[in-house]
């Protein structure tokens, strides 16, 4: 049974860092692209960024650009995001999902088949 689970989240600071993990079992890792997702209090869900099966990067949402990082490590199935000099802006729940492919848009989410439950990043003083 495929499960993706996320882990990382915390409060922060403003400026702070963290990084989210995104275990991912029942499947051959490898063989797929993930992205990272997140979604605000009465906001729709965005793309953040995705990687791909063999580890390119494709920023789905500018704000994060130079800040946040995507990777993954197939020895272990698990893929990280990253963030850092966060902004409260960037206060969400952030989710993992797997995709045959990176779509060339982070609108759309229904390239992805399996998603994780979420997990809560606070930025605030």
């Known amino acids: 049974q495929l499960r993706l689970v996320e882990s990382g989240g915390d409060w922060v600071q403003p400026g702070g860092s963290l990084r989210l993990s995104c275990a991912a079992s029942g499947l051959r890792f490898e063989s797929y692209a993930v992205g990272w997702f997140r979604q605000a209090p009465g906001k729709g869900r965005e793309g953040v960024e995705c990687?791909?099966?063999?580890?390119?990067?494709?920023i789905y949402n500018e704000s994060v650009r130079g800040r946040f990082t995507i990777s993954r490590d197939n020895a272990q199935n698990t893929a990280y995001l990253q963030m850092n000099s966060l902004k409260p802006e960037d206060t969400a729940v952030y989710f993992c999902?797997?995709?045959?492919?990176?779509?060339?848009?982070?609108?759309?989410?229904?390239?992805?088949?399996?998603w994780g439950q979420g997990i809560q990043v606070t930025v605030s003083s």
């Open positions: 999902a797997t995709a045959e492919e990176c779509p060339y848009s982070g609108k759309n989410v229904w390239a992805f088949k399996s």
């Open positions: 990687i791909t099966r063999s580890g390119g990067e494709i």
